[in-house]
């Protein structure tokens, strides 16, 4: 018995290895066959395309055959994504929203080890949509279908309840804000934005239905600069407000079109360490990017399946070494860019 076990473990170690591309190989079967870059030639280049993660291979790579050998024996735990929504990294761990799977991706990048966040008896998700993250490795998620804002404490551990539904009709966008140690979240069936305290407790409120300044129409997502100022993706009113962390308006910048820094359907937002806010439009399949002023400066995307389009994408997250990440909901996968520094 025993030597027919053994038989078997080596058979399969010997197939494992000889289809098994090396890591190197792998890791570059999602990228495309010529760099991909932002602008085009002969414009320097300021985005470029890195990789793009859709399901557990792309984060298993650094296997050998001997694990991936263990894996077919003994099984590991696997992800695809269906329907990515936000994505937040926490230390060495990287979040994934996902309603598709009512869940949250969580995957540790040092050792791929993988959870689905939402699944426990308690305390289910239903549609997160929602991720921020604070400086202590919290982690909170945005659950738009059941009112509720949840958080892991730390990284991938069981989701506990911060927000109670009394206080949300529709959460979407959070964003923590460490200077005050407030969250922020969108309500977007209120048409308001709301600022809780660390314990939960809800400390203001601004925004009200509507189109004058400060007001909204089902805004969506949230993000913050350096300066303190928030700016909030007014989806419905096609356009970005910009707020104070207390919430009295500062500005406004976009409308309803075609042309460059037009919107459709904005989105998510993120803000990268040289102050550039990228939005997100899911009808224009494409990510723009203005500066601070509300000024444009860049375009990525367009629709279709290719590495660099889209079809309808919706969070954004920028890392602190100036990776982008992009929520690419309706191609199933989560694309990686990021920025280069422009030569002085």
Known sequence: MRTGLFVYFITLLLILTACSTTPEQQATTNKPTANLAWPQAPADPRIKFETIISDTDDFYVKKGAFSRLLDVVFGKNSFRLVRPMAIIESGTTLYIADPGVNGVHCINRDNAKYQLLGQQKTNKLQSPVGLAANEHGHVFIADSMRRQIFISKKACEPLQVFITTHELNQPTGVKWDTSTQTLFVVDTKAHTVKQFSNKGKLLNTFGQRGLGEGEFNFPTMIT?????????????????????????????????????????????????????????????????????????????????????????????????????????????????????????
Do not use: C
């Open 224 to 344: 913050l600069d350096s300066n303190g100022l928030l700016y909030v993706s007014d989806s419905m009113n096609f356009r970005i407000q910009v707020f104070t962390n207390d919430g009295r308006f500062v500005r406004q910048f976009g409308r309803l079109g075609n042309g460059s820094g037009d919107f459709s359907r904005p989105k998510g937002l993120a803000i990268d360490q040289a102050g550039h806010l990228y939005v997100v439009d899911s009808l224009f399949h494409s990510v723009q990017i203005f500066n601070s002023e509300g000024e444009f400066l860049l375009n990525i995307g367009g629709q279709g399946q290719a590495p660099g389009e889209f079809w309808l994408p919706t969070g954004i997250y920028i890392s602190s070494n100036n990776k982008i990440y992009v929520a690419d909901s309706h191609n199933q996968r989560v694309q990686v860019f990021s920025y280069i520094e422009q030569k002085t």
